[in-house]
């Protein structure tokens, strides 16, 4: 790693972050010698503002980056490990530092740029602040090391202490995970650790390269248009088409057959993919005179179009009911994918919280490094009865409240914990009701107020009750009123 001997007022002075009553030659001068001293360095070195704007790179940090230095001059650095199109965009966020950096601490961390074959190449920097006459961090400068980092120590070579350390795991983690998704099958937001995920983007992948019929079987909230999309978007627009979402709930035929139309064509038949997708949604409310006509039509060009459906259970319970037709289940389902609730994918709350959130910076503003392990924690316990998207409401929710660099568990909305501490107490078992036991009761209540009205004539409260006076003195033996 290469440092410097000087201090941080130093280096500030000469990269012009000086104090009031520094004279403007001199500022120029020590400026000018430092960019001539930063430039002969061997090793990456960038300088970010408080805005976290590069504001100076050096040559070899724009050869490792693999672009100008001059091009990276005003790029804004947020971070997060989301996917950019922009490609100075994602270099930039590939070299930003931690958010604490920001805040005034000196620390190292992972910074990485695409190697061959659009592999990230890791490496480890020191981020050091700098500071104005305030006492305030006014930059960040940055040295990178001029060796790569070997796979196995990408995870443990942040060295910003225990509360940030699953943070920064995550954050490489999920680095990777996109980095591996990247690429023909745009599979980067089906994020996961657990096997049932495993099997989904399996499934995902045997979709998009073909063009067979798709249904996505899921709760509310589990992600199924999210899938259909990834698996429409996963080849070249030129190839694809046009993404055509249909609400079953309220299409009809005329609906159904305009698009279809404009679909495929006077001809009724598309000759390959560039079509389009038809996607949709709740097909299980689809009404019995869309089915038979969205089932004549299928019937009469297979596989001409493809057709991307979800749904929340299975069709074939639906068709036990006669509320769908079975011929139409086997023309969507050539493929069927189950998205599992997240409540059974527990492992893959934290890495799917940390992409949230770091979607979130790379929005902008606010930056944040991540969760505490508390907070953590209390997410893994959540039921999650609203799965992803209330996952990611719940981050969003969150993010606007922490001020710190990580959320806490304070920051969590109060829902998240207030159901922890239900689960940690223990449930009554529900008491059995004996029902002849209370409508003796409820009996017995209404003997002795309409003896109290008779005042004690049975007679009269036999009349009271509707009842005759034998069968009133019987009861009262039965229930221990007379003896």
């Known amino acids: 790693m290469t440092d410097f001997a000087i201090g941080r007022w130093e280096i500030a002075a000469r990269l012009g972050f000086l104090p009031v009553g520094w004279r403007m030659a001199q500022t120029r001068t020590l400026a000018a010698e430092l960019v001539r001293l930063l430039a002969s360095i061997a090793a990456p070195v960038y300088v970010l503002d408080d805005e976290r704007r590069v504001v100076y790179a050096n040559r070899a940090c724009g050869s490792w980056l693999g672009v100008a230095a001059e091009e990276l001059i005003g790029r804004v650095c947020s971070f997060h490990s989301s996917p950019i199109v922009e490609r100075l965009d994602s270099i930039a966020a590939g070299i930003c530092p931690p958010p604490e950096a920001f805040a005034g601490e000196r620390l190292r961390g992972v910074v990485s740029a695409a190697g061959e074959n659009g592999k990230a190449v890791r490496r480890l920097a020191e981020f050091i602040p700098l500071f104005n006459e305030r006492e305030s961090c006014a930059a960040v400068l940055a040295i990178v090391a001029t060796v790569d980092l070997p796979e196995d120590a990408v995870a443990t070579a942040d060295n910003s202490g225990d509360a940030a350390a699953e943070s920064a795991a995550l954050h490489e983690r999920l680095r990777s995970f996109h980095a591996a998704l990247r690429g023909p099958w745009q599979l980067d937001r089906l994020v996961g650790v657990s096997p049932a995920m495993e099997r989904v983007r399996a499934q995902a992948r045997l979709a998009a390269n073909s063009n067979v ?78 089915q038979a006509e969205l089932a004549e039509r299928l019937a009469r060009d297979p596989a001409r179009l493809r057709i991307v459906s979800t749904t929340t259970g299975l069709l074939e319970d639906r068709a036990a009911l006669g509320e769908f037709r079975p011929d139409l289940i086997c023309a969507l389902s050539t493929i069927v994918i189950h998205l599992p609730p997240l409540a059974e994918r527990r492992e893959d709350v934290p890495l799917l919280a940390q992409m949230f959130l770091e979607e979130l910076n790379a929005a902008g503003g606010k930056q944040l490094r991540g969760f505490s392990p508390e907070a953590l924690d209390q997410l893994a316990a959540y039921p999650w009865p609203g799965n992803i998207d209330e996952l990611a409401e719940m981050v969003r929710e969150s993010h606007e409240r922490a001020e710190g660099a990580h959320v806490a568990t304070a920051d969590l909305p109060p829902r998240i914990y207030l159901a922890a501490a239900a689960n940690r107490r223990p449930r009554r078992d529900a008491e059995p009701i004996d029902l002849e036991k209370y409508l003796a009761g409820i009996e017995l209540e209404l003997i002795q107020r309409a003896l109290r009205l008779a005042k004690g004539n049975k007679t009269k409260a036999a009349r009271l009750l509707g009842l005759t006076r034998p069968r009133l003195y019987r009861r009262m033996v039965q229930l221990g009123l007379e003896h």
Request: a negative charge.
């Open 213 to 290: 019929a798709v249904l996505i079987i899921g709760s509310p909230g589990s992600g199924r248009q999210h899938v259909a999309k990834a698996i429409h978007y996963s080849q070249p627009a030129a190839e694809t088409g046009r993404l055509v979402p249909l609400a079953c709930a309220s299409l009809g035929t005329e609906l159904l057959r305009s698009t279809l139309s404009s679909l495929l064509g006077r001809d009724g038949g598309a000759v390959d993919r560039s079509a389009g997708t038809l996607l949709l949604t709740d097909v299980h409310e689809l009404a019995a005179e869309v």
